[in-house]
């Protein structure tokens, strides 16, 4: 079973670009399948602006030249066309250029200097719909000069725009916006997602992105490694643990959550009801004495035990007692609601020491960053849940930086730390320190206190079930972005409460798991 989408980034596409040449397939057949390719989606996506005017700006690069073609389609389809030109074309865009102005003669105008940019300004007045193909994988850095210029005036059109390949000034690799850039109300992604297609907060300026074929030969799509991949429902349906059918509560797992705090009870009951909701056997809770008959109450699945407390938390003497329990448990998920102090972080320390399987999360990803040498020392399997800001204390890095490029920093930190990293989202990037997966399932409705702790004990509960812990992780980021869009299904995203979320998951995973649902 295969993931859905690759995502490659721009220098796959060059390989791509270069291995189709030596397959004797030219840039120019590859652009003019693009255009032909685009115009196709712009016409299915909105006949009305398909076929009202159109203007296409173009860059003198090869997303100009996919600009020309998908314009050319669109106006032997009866569209009203223009083009603007931007510089001096080259190669197959020339090509693209002559082959327009053969069809529309008069339709196209060439703007060499800034100050001419006000042909632009007032062609785009009239236009019922701009394609972008100012910029696309080409650009590196923040755009400058009149491509710039372009960009700055297709923004304050306000005109609905659909780009080619990415909304212009976007970098191709990550989810930065590096300068100003086009924001686009359809993408059309040429071959091939790319990272900024997916990352906040360029991902934002994409609106939907749609992938438009390219006329690769297919066997070159082998021969280069995408840098991500975009999971589906089938894919984490194969992925999920195997439930016999004769089997019982200790053949799906025991789990130990250590969690909770006076304040904070809540936490340690989403995130054991997440495990026992993602089909663990059974579930226990270590929680600080004070807050034991609350947790006890609100989950009367779980088996809660009261640890000894200090200040409302657990204190370091419950340490032992922690690694004593989890020791007769298929693994342990630690930190949500545990709270910050040195009882939490003697516990955290104990049970990443004692080499149990941990899936660490919240204030155990906290005691971790304060000491981040545990994670480089001696441990066991671990799986690391930190969102952005906890990911960016834990690697010592900008949260913005964490959040535009997660792809990379999830495997980074996977790779450095000997763990699975679960970056969340939206979107939410999994690995184990090879291939990165990516979940773009949930919404808003996933911004709200006690979401992370669901999602802890959800992959704590398929990882005990039997589970990779790669598997684990990215099934249940799916499936709690999933279940978020079941609980908000009618309803407000923003009335949607974490309890919503996990009173979905049996609906969630019965839209993922494989007939039959049980083997015999
Ligand atoms: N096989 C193919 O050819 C296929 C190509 N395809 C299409 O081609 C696109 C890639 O084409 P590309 O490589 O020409 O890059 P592209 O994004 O058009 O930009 C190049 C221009 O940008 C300019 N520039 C650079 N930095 C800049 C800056 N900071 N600020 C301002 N300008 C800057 C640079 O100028 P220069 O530095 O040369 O003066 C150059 O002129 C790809 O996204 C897809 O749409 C697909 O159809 C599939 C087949
Ligand atoms: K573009």
């Known amino acids: 079973m295969k993931p859905v989408l690759k995502v490659f980034t721009a220098e796959a596409i060059?390989?791509?670009?270069?291995?189709?040449?030596?397959?004797?397939?030219?840039?120019?057949?590859?652009?003019?399948?693009a255009g032909r390719g685009a115009a196709a989606e712009i016409s299915a996506w909105n006949r009305g602006l398909a076929t009202g005017r159109v203007l296409a700006v173009c860059g003198k690069g090869g997303n100009g030249g996919d600009a020309l073609s998908a314009t050319r389609w669109l106006g032997l389809a009866g569209a009203d066309v223009q083009a603007v030109v931007l510089g001096t074309p080259h190669g197959p865009t020339a090509e693209q250029e002559r082959a327009f102005r053969a069809s529309f003669p008069d339709r196209l105008v060439a703007i060499r200097r800034a100050a001419e940019l006000n042909v632009l300004r007032t062609r785009i007045a009239e236009a019922d719909l701009v394609l972008d193909g100012i910029l696309g994988i080409g650009l590196a850095q923040g755009a400058r000069g009149l491509a710039r210029g372009a960009i700055e005036i297709v923004v304050a059109s306000g005109s609905p725009v659909v780009a080619l390949d990415l909304p212009s000034g976007l970098v191709a690799d990550c989810g930065a916006v590096p300068g100003p850039a086009v924001r686009a109300e359809l993408?059309?992604?040429?071959?091939?997602?790319?990272p900024c297609h997916l990352l906040p907060p360029a991902a934002g300026l994409c609106g939907e992105a749609r992938v438009v074929d390219v006329a690769y030969p297919p066997s070159v799509w082998d021969e280069v490694s995408p840098v991500a991949h975009v999971v589906d429902a089938s894919f984490c349906g194969s992925l999920l643990p195997r439930r016999p059918r004769f089997g019982h509560k200790g053949t799906f797992g025991k789990i130990?959550?250590?969690?909770?705090?006076?304040?904070?009870?809540?936490?340690?009951?989403l995130c054991a009801e997440g495990a026992l909701r993602a089909g663990a056997g059974l579930v226990h809770v270590l929680c600080p004495e004070p807050v034991f008959p609350i947790v006890a109450a609100l989950l009367p699945e779980a088996l809660v035990h009261p640890g000894r407390a200090a200040d409302g938390m657990l204190s370091p003497e419950a340490a032992a007692e922690a690694v004593r329990r989890a020791q007769e448990m298929d693994l342990v998920v630690v930190g949500p609601g545990l709270g910050r102090g040195p009882g939490p972080k003697e516990v955290v320390h104990a049970l990443v020491a004692s080499g149990v399987p941990l899936v660490v999360d919240a204030d155990a990803l906290f005691a971790l960053a304060q000491d981040p040498s545990l994670l480089r020392a001696g441990h066991g399997e671990i799986i690391l849940t930190p969102h952005v800001g906890e990911f960016a204390r834990l690697a010592a890095v900008d949260p913005d930086e964490?959040?535009?490029?997660k792809i990379r920093w999830a495997r980074g930190m996977a790779r450095s730390s000997r763990a699975t990293v679960v970056l969340k989202g939206p979107p939410t990037a999994v690995s184990g320190g090879g291939d990165v997966y990516l979940t773009t399932t949930g919404n808003t409705a996933l911004a709200h206190g006690g979401s992370g702790d669901v999602l802890a004990g959800m992959i704590g509960g398929l990882w005990a079930g039997g589970a990779t812990p790669l598997a684990a992780a990215v099934v249940g980021a799916y499936v709690h972005g999933l279940a978020a869009e079941l609980a908000t299904a009618g309803a407000s995203e923003r009335a949607a409460l974490p309890r919503d979320v996990v009173g979905s998951l049996p609906w969630a995973f019965a839209s993922i798991e494989p007939e039959p649902r049980r083997d015999s």
């Open 14 to 33: 060059r390989t791509l670009d270069r291995r189709a040449a030596e397959h004797g397939v030219a840039p120019l057949l590859l652009m003019e399948s």
């Open 187 to 194: 993408t059309l992604a040429m071959g091939a997602l790319k």
């Open 402 to 405: 964490a959040m535009s490029d």
């Open 256 to 269: 130990l959550v250590v969690a909770g705090a006076v304040g904070m009870a809540g936490a340690a009951a």
